[in-house]
């Protein structure tokens, strides 16, 4: 199985500065068949169930604020915050959808400093 | 409007069993894989298992052979059923639509404990 390792496991960033999470997959997301990497990004904050933030990778689900990014392919993924605000204190989790056993990274807490 | 409402949660012994429900609204549950999901307290998130649209489903390891998912189009429900219990299964069960989660119930607790 696919095992999702994500770093730092906490994060503080100033207000207005960039916040960057990553996450490493111990095998390749990218199927050759249609060139997507099956790599989703959710946000959780407290008592709520997770939001989904960015699927295959770089694709911003609707109604997800731009300052939202997700980059990377293969087996190393990004997720950036350009500008960090007041709202987006949460734990943020990728997941993997590759093949039919799906798996989550162990969750960034992001803080303001 | 899409909604997912869980519910069948609750207090069970170790090696019990129970059964979590997920009524849908919105969307019919035949044509969408339905998605299960725990949350240890103050841990991170846990795929358990998938439905696929045809009969296919998968468990993640660590329930595999214990629960058992199932889909009742009659009803638009999905089912978790927990056997075996033991207390590290103790969680927030969530369901969601699809592989990419973009629709999740508000969870219900689950507690094994003697």
């Known amino acids: 199985d696919i095992v999702m390792t994500q770093s730092p496991d906490s994060l503080a960033v100033s207000l207005g500065e960039r916040a960057t999470i990553n996450c490493k997959s111990s095998q390749s997301l990218l199927y050759s068949s249609d060139n997507k990497n099956y790599l989703a990004w959710y946000q959780q904050k407290p008592g709520q169930p997770p939001k989904l933030l960015i699927y295959?990778?770089?694709t911003r689900e609707s109604g997800v604020p731009d300052r939202f990014s997700g980059s990377g392919s293969g087996t190393d993924f990004t997720l950036t915050i350009s500008s960090l605000q007041a709202e987006d204190v949460a734990v943020y989790y990728c997941q993997h959808y590759y093949g039919n056993i799906y798996s989550f990274g162990q969750g960034t807490k992001l803080e303001i400093k | 409007e899409v909604q997912l409402v869980e519910s069948g949660g609750g207090l069970v012994q170790p090696g019990g069993s129970l059964r979590v429900s997920c009524a849908a609204s919105g969307f019919t549950v035949t044509n969408n894989y339905m998605t299960w999901v725990r949350q240890a307290p103050g841990k991170g998130l846990e795929w358990v298992s998938i439905i696929h649209t045809g009969t296919n489903i998968y468990y993640a390891d660590s329930v595999r052979g214990r629960f058992t998912s199932s889909r009742d189009d009659s009803k638009n429900t999905v089912h978790l059923q927990m056997n075996s219990l033991r207390p590290e299964d103790t969680a927030i069960y969530y369901c969601?639509?699809?592989?990419?989660?973009?629709?999740w119930g508000q969870g219900i607790l689950v507690t094994v404990s003697s």
């Open positions: 969601a639509r699809d592989s990419v989660m973009a629709y």
């Open positions: 295959w990778a770089s």
